[in-house]
């Protein structure tokens, strides 16, 4: 069972405030970790890391940055929806017995909307250059690159399949490390980031509450237990080295290894908010047309909810003509969008409060929109995603620029990363050089990490993931940038 007085704890891995509180904060604990995250320089990357469409010139179509402010404002809807439940539903149910004041987790509660607009700000940052497709990019590297990569007697490193099977370093980091590599996952480095590699004051990142943590941690699960036949298993959460900190939110929290309850809210809003904009930026791609759009809908006329959509774009097609409006199709897909949105949000009122006491239980493994009243909808825009967008003209150009340019990081770096030694500070060569314009920030954390370490095989999975933390920080535009410089072309 999960209890509310617990899931709300505002502790932090840093009790301690950097920063002495004046008489004026009146701010609460959460608000502070929203306050923290906007002024983040990793949520300024945003703006120039893509939501759909990788590597575009034009300003029209989304990216991560105003996906992630759509996302926090349906958070916020489905958060005041969430509250209401929460006070109405056997409140006392989900207090534990050890509580000693209920006003004030009624309180906290209250807080719920401020929380999942930090977690929706936060959700994205942690994916690499051009998204999901960055993710499997890195997977795929490691996947091929680690049984070819052998760590010799004398302690250098040889690449392209040289040496005894022992040796290479799929052998060496077999296990949860090379699991950790080999499932790449943007959620997990998220953790990463925010925890550690945002180094504001110290060792502890942003030093942020462990609700808000917990609300962005999709998937409670390391890469060595990943199940994709669950809902909570599917991907991972965290990396081995982020398992003190997530065992830590854990046991504070009373989660037992479960998702959090506003993980499932939060995973309801960024739906929403792809699946309603997604077709608008393809639309002004000229990748999804109306009579597109239309005839998906067809194909699930006898829902109810989809229906009620056909028949208010028939509506819109009326309105937009009666005043000669010149883009008949932008304005349909603009209030299409908008219809969406709401129809969605307000779905998720009935689903959530049909889940709850199973999300209370820790034992569900459905996400809203799948139990809502707008499941077919929401399937239908997921086929036109898969169909008509994800795999036309222009995203695929950009997603084969994209391989290109995420390997050749991946090539050029792990090498110069296990390969460097502190024998070769302050020399021209190319694997210094290379080392040396790796992020500072992020060498002083794998260096610092690595000196306390004994075990080789940590050792060499802290330095990979110091290729994969550089390579996640970089925006769409400065990984191509980089890859110019680095091939010099």
Same mark, same amino acid.
């Given at each position: 069972?999960?209890?509310?007085?617990?899931?709300?704890?505002?502790?932090?891995?840093?009790?301690?405030?950097?920063?002495?509180?004046?008489?004026?904060?009146?701010?609460?604990?959460?608000?502070?970790?929203?306050?923290?995250?906007?002024?983040?320089?990793?949520?300024?990357?945003?703006?120039?890391?893509?939501?759909?469409?990788?590597?575009?010139?034009?300003?029209?179509?989304?990216?991560?940055l105003t996906h992630s402010i759509e996302v926090m404002s349906v958070?916020?809807?489905?958060?005041?929806? &969430?509250?209401?439940?929460?006070?109405?539903?056997?409140?006392?149910?989900?207090?534990?017995?050890?509580?000693?004041?209920?006003?004030?987790?009624?309180?906290?509660?209250?807080?719920?909307?401020?929380?999942?607009?930090?977690?929706?700000?936060?959700?994205?940052?942690?994916?690499?250059?051009?998204?999901?497709?960055?993710?499997?990019?890195?997977?795929?590297?490691?996947?091929?690159?680690?049984?070819?990569?052998?760590?010799?007697?004398d302690g250098s490193f040889a690449f392209n399949d040289v040496g005894?099977?022992?040796?290479?370093?799929?052998?060496?980091?077999?296990?949860?490390? &090379?699991?950790?590599?080999?499932?790449?996952?943007?959620?997990?480095?998220?953790?990463?980031?925010?925890?550690?590699?945002?180094?504001?004051?110290?060792?502890?990142?942003?030093?942020?509450?462990?609700?808000?943590?917990?609300?962005?941690?999709?998937?409670?699960?390391?890469?060595?237990?990943?199940?994709?036949?669950?809902?909570?298993?599917?991907?991972?959460?965290?990396?081995?080295?982020?398992?003190?900190?997530?065992?830590?939110?854990?046991?504070?929290?009373?989660?037992?290894?479960?998702?959090?309850?506003?993980?499932?809210?939060?995973? *309801?809003?960024?739906?929403?908010?792809?699946?309603?904009?997604?077709?608008?930026?393809?639309?002004?791609?000229?990748?999804?047309?109306?009579?597109?759009?239309?005839?998906?809908?067809?194909?699930?006329?006898? %829902?109810?909810?989809?229906?009620?959509?056909?028949?208010?774009?028939?509506?819109?097609?009326?309105?937009?003509?009666?005043?000669?409006?010149?883009?008949?199709?932008?304005?349909?897909?603009?209030?299409?969008?908008?219809?969406?949105?709401?129809?969605?949000?307000?779905?998720?009122? %009935?689903?959530?409060?049909?889940?709850?006491?199973?999300?209370?239980?820790?034992?569900?493994?459905?996400?809203?929109?799948?139990?809502?009243?707008?499941?077919?909808?929401?399937?239908?825009?997921?086929?036109?995603?898969? $169909?008509?967008?994800?795999?036309?003209?222009?995203?695929?150009?950009?997603?084969?620029?994209?391989?290109?340019?995420i390997s050749k990081l991946l090539d050029v770096y792990v090498p *110069?990363?296990?390969?460097?030694?502190?024998?070769?500070?302050?020399?021209?060569? &190319?694997?210094?050089?290379?080392?040396?314009?790796?992020?500072?920030?992020?060498?002083?954390?794998?260096?610092?990490?690595? %000196?306390? $370490?004994?075990?080789?095989?940590?050792?060499?999975?802290?330095?990979?993931?110091?290729?994969?933390?550089?390579?996640?920080?970089?925006?769409?535009?400065?990984?191509?940038?980089?890859?110019?410089?680095?091939?010099?072309?």
């Open positions: 069972m999960l209890y509310w007085d617990k899931l709300l704890t505002p502790e932090r891995s840093r009790d301690t405030a950097s920063v002495p509180r004046t008489a004026s904060d009146n701010r609460s604990p959460f608000k502070k970790d929203f306050d923290t995250v906007c002024n983040s320089a990793v949520l300024r990357r945003l703006q120039d890391k893509a939501q759909v469409f990788p590597l575009e010139q034009e300003d029209y179509a989304r990216t991560r958070a916020s809807s489905l958060a005041v929806q &969430a509250v209401k439940i929460i006070l109405d539903t056997d409140f006392n149910k989900y207090i534990s017995e050890d509580c000693q004041d209920t006003n004030k987790i009624c309180d906290y509660i209250k807080e719920i909307p401020t929380i999942l607009n930090a977690a929706a700000l936060l959700h994205d940052m942690g994916n690499p250059p051009f998204g999901h497709l960055g993710e499997q990019i890195i997977s795929d590297w490691f996947r091929s690159q680690l049984p070819k990569i052998v760590k010799k007697s005894s099977a022992d040796d290479t370093l799929a052998y060496k980091l077999k296990g949860k490390y &090379a699991d950790d590599l080999m499932h790449f996952e943007g959620n997990a480095q998220l953790l990463r980031l925010v925890t550690k590699l945002s180094y504001v004051v110290d060792e502890h990142g942003m030093n942020l509450s462990y609700p808000v943590l917990a609300s962005f941690i999709k998937y409670p699960c390391p890469s060595s237990c990943i199940n994709k036949s669950k809902l909570s298993t599917k991907k991972m959460g965290y990396f081995v080295a982020e398992e003190e900190i997530f065992t830590s939110i854990c046991g504070t929290l009373g989660l037992h290894h479960c998702r959090h309850p506003l993980a499932f809210l939060l995973e *309801a809003a960024d739906d929403i908010a792809y699946l309603s904009a997604d077709i608008e930026d393809a639309q002004h791609k000229g990748i999804v047309s109306v009579d597109c759009l239309v005839s998906y809908l067809e194909s699930a006329k006898d %829902d109810k909810i989809v229906q009620h959509v056909l028949s208010e774009i028939c509506r819109y097609k009326k309105d937009a003509n009666k005043v000669n409006y010149p883009d008949v199709d932008g304005y349909i897909i603009h209030r299409v969008r908008i219809l969406v949105k709401g129809l969605m949000i307000d779905a998720m009122y %009935d689903a959530f409060k049909e889940l709850y006491p199973n999300i209370m239980e820790g034992n569900c493994e459905e996400e809203l929109i799948s139990r809502s009243k707008v499941s077919r909808l929401a399937d239908v825009l997921k086929t036109i995603e898969r $169909e008509k967008i994800y795999y036309s003209k222009n995203i695929v150009e950009s997603k084969t620029r994209a391989f290109t340019i *110069a990363v296990l390969s460097h030694s502190d024998n070769d500070k302050e020399k021209d060569t &190319a694997v210094n050089l290379l080392y040396l314009s790796l992020s500072e920030n992020y060498r002083y954390i794998c260096e610092t990490k690595n %000196d306390l $370490e004994q075990d080789d095989s940590s050792k060499i999975y802290n330095r990979l993931l110091l290729v994969t933390d550089q390579i996640s920080g970089m925006t769409d535009s400065h990984a191509m940038t980089v890859y110019k410089a680095i091939t010099a072309s």
